[in-house]
């Protein structure tokens, strides 16, 4: 993080997932992330998923069963492309209105996100 200029905010959000292992072959599979890092050598409970500049962590903790909603901001190509993704992987997304229209996707954990169509 040292490249980044000082005034500049940086943020990963933290998403608690029951399976870590699970939850991030659905943010692999499903939705295009890569994954950048996972603790003890990938037999850790808390690992990192990335897909441009959208980093989750995603942390398996038997004590937390709360759900994230995140809002990830795409171009009008970009969301065209995520819903072709979507229905080529049979990925389950659903329009919903959040201020504007918006295309949910659920993980297996029932955390959200939220791409609003920048139309």
Known sequence: MSDRPAHRWYARPVLFVADVHRAARFYVESLGFEKRWH???????????????????????????????????????????????LAARGVPARATWWGYDTVAVDDPDGNELFFPDPG
């Not at 897909?51 to 942390?59: D, F, K």
């Open 39 to 85: 603790s003890d050598d990938g037999a850790g409970t808390v690992c990192q998923v990335d897909r441009g500049e959208c980093e989750i962590i995603l942390c398996e903790d038997a004590a937390r069963r709360d759900r994230g909603r995140l809002f990830v901001e795409l171009t009008a190509d970009g969301l065209a492309e995520l819903r072709r993704e």
